[in-house]
T-cell receptor, first 115, second 110 residues
């Protein structure tokens, strides 16, 4: 299965600032996704990162707050903009591997604390 | 949005005991996945189920895709300390969207 490198692994940020999270995959993948995991909670899909076009956002998430780039088939970034303490979460990159996207693989996540 | 109902939310067991957890939904899913998450890590895929009624094993883990396609269970036999963690079910909607359950936190007393 694909190996995902996600950076940074953790960060503490001041409110009002922005943080860009990077996701690098060791092979070309069609589907890349970004998830949020709030403290003690399950995973919620933020958006699907599409190569060569705008990301597709889920209900409750908007591009101005979570801009996403996907310049090629192995790399994507998620920016958390104008952060507030409510943005403190783990942000996870995921890729679909295999036919039909089965066997989704996750990165180790970025633990973000906003103070 | 769509949610999966996962139960129990937490389990406290003795080492060596068997574990059972399940997920239900009001919607049909094409695929059911079971993940385990350790502290500070992303979820790791344990078992993937692709067909209604399918029963699949991975070592001490066994999972089944419900015949109605609206539920799945995961069993762990003869639990060991490294089984500690949070287990998530996930259902695949359409071609690519994963919906996760709330998780089951497993604690094992040695």
């Amino acid at each position: 299965s694909a190996v995902i490198s996600q950076k940074p692994s953790r960060d503490i940020c001041q409110r009002g600032t922005s943080l860009t999270i990077q996701c690098q995959v060791d092979s070309q993948v069609t589907m890349m996704f970004w998830y949020r995991q709030q403290p003690g909670q399950s995973l919620t899909l933020i958006a699907t990162a599409n190569q060569g076009s705008e990301a597709t956002y889920e209900s409750g998430f908007v591009i101005d707050k979570f801009p996403i780039s996907r310049p090629n088939l192995t790399f994507s970034t998620l920016t958390v903009s104008n952060m507030s303490p409510e943005d403190s979460s783990i942000y996870l990159c995921s890729v679909g591997t295999g036919g039909g996207g089965y066997g989704y693989t996750f990165g180790s996540g970025t633990r973000l604390t906003v103070v | 949005g769509q949610q999966l109902n996962q139960s129990p939310q937490s389990m406290f067991i003795q080492e060596g005991e068997d574990v059972s957890m399940n997920c239900t939904s009001s919607s049909i899913f094409n695929t059911w996945l079971w993940y385990k998450q350790d502290p500070g890590e992303g979820p790791v895929l344990l078992i993937a189920l692709y067909k209604a009624g399918e029963l699949t094993s991975n070592g001490r883990l066994t999972a089944q895709f419900g015949i109605t396609r609206k539920d799945s269970f995961l069993n762990i036999s003869a639990s060991i300390p490294s089984d500690v963690g949070i287990y998530f079910c996930a259902g695949l909607q359409g071609a690519q969207k994963l919906v996760f359950g709330q998780g089951t936190r497993l604690t094992i007393n040695p």
